[in-house]
């Protein structure tokens, strides 16, 4: 990890995907895999992979996409990853005992690997800078929320909380910060939520959804926003951050739920005056205009080739292009070993390539991200503001210390 900025970042690195051929590929070609399955990337650049030693079957050197596949074959495909930068706000310790690992999680880490993030994790940070491996996550926090988070040291014992939450025994309390004056009175929405789409990640209350239920107390109004108190008695998906939008008052800064996506209503209600599909289209438009993709869990090869400039990255590089980019590639074959676990040291083939230099992992020749140039987000950005409180159950009750913005005299920039 460097720190710059207020962010927490990790330089690019070799990184290898690997997995067993899927039934439904037996007896299909590579090429055909690559350009029905894997199309974050246009075919030339597998071709340009293939040339550049990137791919192996079998841990053998791909010679040629036409190959066709057969059951138990093994891919190994090594990519160049960049990892979008996170706050540089630390993950504190709240409390650790034989059983349980509680921290404080700072806005805008992911608990575990998705997506484009690896070691801006909750559990990498904590293998890296606390020395604690092997941590069972007992529940999840959303990427972009912050506060109480239990990990539990054993299988054992994380089976024992598991077999709490199904008992209802466990009690979450969130606070937040919600567009408007909230009703003083408690509000218990019982909306049904469903989900819109998994891969975005977006749910809206519909008839069709799952039954929940949710416990709102207004704690103060400053003449534009509210703290509310949040008791969530079930567990779905988004389901605080959708039940406030429903009542017409949104997180203040919620980047999915508060949007002009929604519709002039901004989804009050339920009144959304278009269609999934649009929805969903409005939202990741609006979110590529602002290079904020990962809010929705996405990168820019996730997106299907209706939406706008949706390959536009890739499909910039033409073959002859590529074909240039695979000579010089293949002189850095040998330090495309990078180890998963350790940024510090990257183990490169023996007797290949070993003059290349730690530096040198960070372009690659190959990788459209590379091309890119992003801009940093600012830290604010980072900070949704939605806070688990507390967590309680049966013999333990852990607190998480309340954030600056939920502070009765906070005023909005």
């Known amino acids: 990890y460097y720190f710059e900025g207020g962010l927490r970042k990790v330089r690019p690195y070799y990184f290898d995907f690997r997995t067993y051929c899927k039934g ?35 841990e053998e050197p791909v010679q040629d996409l036409s190959v066709v596949l057969k059951d138990n074959d093994f891919l190994r495909n090594t990519v160049h990853r960049h990892e979008p930068p996170v706050t540089a706000d630390p993950v504190r310790l709240l409390a650790e005992n034989e059983d349980v690992v509680v921290v404080d999680k700072p806005s805008s880490i992911p608990v575990h690997p998705c997506g484009r993030f690896r070691h801006n994790t909750v559990i990498f940070i904590l293998g890296k800078e606390h020395q604690l491996k092997e941590l069972h996550p007992l529940h999840r926090l959303d990427r972009l929320t912050s506060g109480v988070l239990m990990f539990a040291k054993t299988a054992a014992v994380s089976e024992r909380i598991h077999e709490q939450v199904r008992d209802r025994q466990l009690e979450k309390e969130y606070v937040c910060r919600v567009e408007g004056e909230f009703p003083a ?21 519909d008839p069709r959804g799952k039954p929940c239920e949710t416990v709102f107390q207004r704690l103060s109004y400053n003449g534009h926003s509210s703290v509310v108190r949040c008791r969530p008695l079930t567990g779905r998906t988004h389901q605080i951050r959708v039940h406030l939008q429903f009542l017409g ?57 209706g939406l706008p400039d949706s390959t536009a990255p890739s499909s910039e590089l033409g073959k002859d292009c590529l074909g240039e980019l695979a000579a010089s590639a293949q002189k850095m074959d040998g330090a495309v ?30 990788c459209a991200e590379c091309r890119l140039v992003r801009q940093d987000p600012l830290p604010q950005d980072l900070v949704m503001f939605l806070h688990a409180l507390c967590y309680k159950g049966p013999g333990f009750e852990y607190f998480s210390p309340m954030p600056a913005w939920a502070q009765d005299d906070w005023q909005e920039d």
Request: proline share 7%; aromatic share 6%.
């Open 24 to 58: 439904r590929w037996v007896g299909h070609s590579l090429l055909h895999v690559f350009s029905t399955e894997f199309r974050a990337q246009p075919l030339a650049y597998y071709e340009a992979a293939v040339r550049a030693g990137r791919l192996h079957l079998n």
């Open 185 to 205: 009175e408690e509000v218990t929405c019982k909306e049904p939520i469903l989900v819109v789409s998994y891969k975005v990640g977006v749910c809206r209350v």
């Open 249 to 305: 008052h949104p997180i203040l800064n919620d980047p999915i739920y508060n949007s002009i996506a929604w519709g002039p209503s901004r989804g009050r209600g339920g009144h959304i005056p278009k269609t999934d599909e649009e929805l969903l289209r409005d939202l990741v438009a609006e979110h590529q205009a602002k290079q904020s993709l990962d809010v929705l869990d996405l990168c820019e090869g996730d997106l299907s080739p």
């Open 337 to 366: 070993e990078a180890g998963p676990q350790d940024l510090d040291t990257v183990p490169l083939a023996s007797g290949k390539a070993t003059e290349i230099d730690v530096v040198d992992q960070e372009t690659d020749p190959l």
